[in-house]
């Protein structure tokens, strides 16, 4: 009985000392995800944007739910060939305390071409994305 007790007194204090993330850096971290998400989406296309940055699991709404990496870039890729644009910037982050997740949201402009060939703003708006991190220490988005 006595050494459950001090067993149990050593994992509380292990718990208990477990030193607590710095949120601002996990703030900034995540920042930083999102604007390498946007930069990619721009210069290399949004399929591979989308692609790059979902985790596994990543789910997006877009009318219905369309879960995992693979169908998020099958679902871009006709967008991506018909030339339409996305330009995004994170406002907002926010951080759970653990620093295991956090979420942001922003303004956004869709853009697509025009009978002229030029872009143009079809639609802009408000995103939320949801991130959590990795075990390899990148965030990667779980929704959006």
């Not at 000392?17 to 996990?26: G, Q």
């Not at 920042?31 to 210069?43: G, T, V």
């Not at 290399?44 to 693979?70: C, H, M, P, S, T």
């Not at 991506?80 to 994170?90: L, R, V």
């Amino acid at each position: 009985m006595k050494s459950l007790f001090i067993t149990m007194v050593a994992i509380a204090t292990l718990v208990a000392c477990e030193p607590k993330p710095d949120l601002k850096k996990v703030a900034k971290d995540i920042r930083q995800a999102e604007e390498e998400f946007a930069k990619l989406a721009d210069e290399k296309g949004v399929a591979v944007g989308f692609y790059e940055f979902a985790a596994e699991e990543a789910v997006i709404n877009r009318g219905g739910l369309i879960k995992g990496r693979d169908a998020i870039k099958a679902f871009y890729d006709p967008i991506e060939k018909a030339g339409t644009k996305f330009k995004w910037s994170p406002d907002t982050v926010v951080v759970s305390e653990s620093g295991e997740m956090g979420y942001t949201y922003g303004k956004y402009q869709h853009f697509e071409k025009d009978s002229l060939g030029n872009l143009k703003v079809a639609s802009s708006g408000i995103f939320h994305t949801v991130w959590k991190k990795q075990k390899d220490g990148s965030w990667k988005y779980v929704w959006d």
